[in-house]
């Protein structure tokens, strides 16, 4: 039994906490016996604590689901591996790092592939024990990490990746990084256990205190973006912190602040929804860092820690109150907020193809479906990054779309650019306007989460949505589609046009009426679909579309204005009425 009561001004949840809480107060500042169970050559896989320990550090245990059954017939356990999820702020990776991540994907892990993420990072899958360390040593000796892209934590800090604007991206980005760090835990747990690092002095040989996550660091995941205007990328509102860019001149000013997005909820669960974010005001550059560091900790003081389900910064807002928050997070942060200053968002997806920047040099975004980088037959795509990584000069970008930017490239080295990606089909002029608006998550069969397919069933998905647009006359336009293999919101369903959410096996719930510019929550609008039954519902409110829409009216705004589905306006009230 659960109850809230007034605490020190705010109002705190009471109960008996999450066992998450005592893993954490536990843990020695994350250490657990993770460096043991390393040792244990019995199983492949992480005991007891430790399994959700190693999130802190970067990790997911997973199996391969498509043999787990006949592993189990022959009374083995599941393939045991990590996957790795590496911490990128801004996406920005330099050819030497990204030479090394394709080696040791190639050598060292099951699938052999890179998966950019919607989080803007890189992904290993199917890394078996024995590698596990080597991976972070890799890594660490190339000047990456993983630390604190899972668990309960600030993870990886999202910027947008912006190659025209460079001057205004280089500041934005610089913010993301520093962002990034200021939020990171302090513990050095990661150091120790994967790098060998010197152990530190304390009262159990470890740290004493984490001055801005605390000692049991936050009741949940949280995550944090920094935007520029008009491109919404990154999409803000399944954030939980964002720092929309406001520039004066081209140079940036500050930012507005928005808190409380977030778009994970549970199947059956009316307490638990998708939700936006609330824009709190304006702040100059240099508050930044405290307000982020307010917000996290106001977040930590006050968050759910009794049930995980409502532990997100989206349900403390709608709890204590938008105000109340915002009150104690100027209070903390020692600032008032502004009014915002005005922006718009008027789209989400990435420019692909040759962009030219302000700076005269030149960006190539290329078009990766679900950001799986593999050597497929006839398109060896991962080879050909590899290739281009050898002779470019500029950087990489990875995209929050999961598609990636060959960034900064001079005018006399744009062909020969361009020669490779075409050679390995990194390059396709063939490619639909609704392939390019459509995404999915990893679901099976490495995500333990998973209810139904998502990944490998997007493509032949797009196959039937782009012939039912052509059937109706429209053929170049698109609907943003996203497909997700659960509730838990990874390919961000829940700001589609149209979002799948796995329900089971081959089954789907359709939720409908979401915008282009990633603004507005959809509705549900059937559970439990079959795939035939999805392609019959698209092909009936296509033709709807297309016969009734006003104008150019995009089909997230047709089905709200048709009556298809009513508007969430306020997702604890509207969204499961």
């Not at 990746?161 to 760090?181: C, D, F, G, M, R």
């Not at 609704?434 to 998502?454: D, G, H, I, W, Y």
Request: charged residues 25%; contains cysteine.
């Amino acid at each position: 039994m659960t109850s809230t009561t007034q605490a020190n001004g705010p109002l705190i949840v009471e109960g008996n906490l999450a066992d998450n809480e005592r893993l954490k107060r536990e843990s020695h500042f994350l250490r657990g016996t993770i460096a043991q169970d390393l040792q244990d050559p019995v199983t492949g896989g992480f005991t007891a604590d430790n399994f959700q320990l190693i999130r802190f550090h970067g990790m997911y245990q997973q199996d391969d689901r498509d043999i787990r059954a006949e592993r189990t017939k022959q009374k083995l356990e599941p393939l045991h591996n990590v996957m790795l999820r590496a911490r990128m702020p801004g996406g920005i990776i330099t050819p030497k790092q990204w030479l090394a991540i394709d080696k040791f994907a190639a050598q060292s892990t099951m699938y052999g592939s890179i998966r950019l993420t919607t989080r803007q990072t890189f992904q290993f899958h199917g890394v078996l024990k024995p590698n596990i360390k080597v991976m972070h040593q890799t890594l660490n000796s190339i000047g990456i990490d993983s630390i604190a892209t899972a668990g309960d934590v600030n993870r990886n800090v999202l910027c947008t990746t912006n190659p025209v604007e460079s001057e205004l991206h280089e500041e934005a980005y610089q913010w993301a990084a520093k962002i990034s760090e200021h939020l990171l835990p302090k513990t050095r747990a990661y150091a120790e256990i994967w790098l060998d690092g010197e152990k530190l002095e304390g009262p159990n040989g470890e740290d004493t205190e984490e001055p801005i996550l605390g000692s049991n660091y936050l009741p949940r995941k949280f995550k944090t973006t920094v935007v520029i205007p008009p491109q919404n990328d990154v999409d803000v509102h399944a954030n939980d912190l964002n720092f929309v860019a406001i520039a004066e001149q081209g140079k940036l000013v500050g930012f507005n602040v928005l808190v409380g997005g977030g778009l994970a909820m549970t199947h059956g669960d009316k307490s638990t929804y998708p939700r936006k974010a609330d824009d709190f005001g304006f702040i100059p550059l240099a508050h930044t860092l405290d307000v982020a560091a307010a917000v996290v900790s106001t977040q930590r003081d006050w968050g759910n820690r009794v049930n995980r389900k409502n532990a997100k910064t989206k349900y403390t807002l709608d709890r204590v109150g938008i105000d109340t928050f915002k009150a104690e997070v100027e209070k903390r942060a020692g600032v008032n907020f502004a009014d915002s200053r005005p922006y718009e968002f008027t789209g989400r997806g990435d420019r692909l193809g040759w962009v030219e920047g302000f700076d005269g040099k030149h960006h190539l975004a290329l078009f990766i479906e679900n950001g799986r980088l593999l050597d497929y037959p006839g398109k060896p795509l991962k080879t050909g990054v590899a290739e281009i990584a050898k002779v470019h000069k500029g950087d990489f970008r990875m995209t929050a779309n999961q598609n990636l930017i060959v960034a900064g490239v001079a005018s006399q080295d744009k062909a020969q650019i361009e020669q490779i990606a075409r050679a390995h089909g990194l390059m396709d002029d063939g490619i639909s306007n609704q392939r390019k608006n459509s995404m999915a998550c990893v679901a099976f069969p490495t995500c333990p989460l998973a209810m139904a397919e998502a990944e490998r069933y997007l493509p032949s998905l797009v196959n039937e949505v782009e012939a039912i647009l052509t059937k109706h006359g429209a053929g170049d336009d698109s609907i943003i589609l996203r497909v997700t293999g659960c509730p838990n919101g990874c390919g961000r369903a829940m700001l589609a046009e149209l979002g799948l959410v796995g329900k089971g096996p081959g089954k789907y719930n359709m939720h409908l009426g979401g915008n282009i510019a990633g603004t507005r929550v959809p509705k549900m609008y059937k559970e439990n679909l079959t795939e035939q039954d999805i392609l019959t519902e698209i092909d009936q409110l296509v033709a709807r579309w297309v016969a009734e829409r006003e104008g150019n009216e995009a089909f997230g705004d047709f089905t709200i204005r048709a009556g298809i589905v009513d508007e969430v306006v306020v997702s604890k009230r509207d969204f499961h009425d």
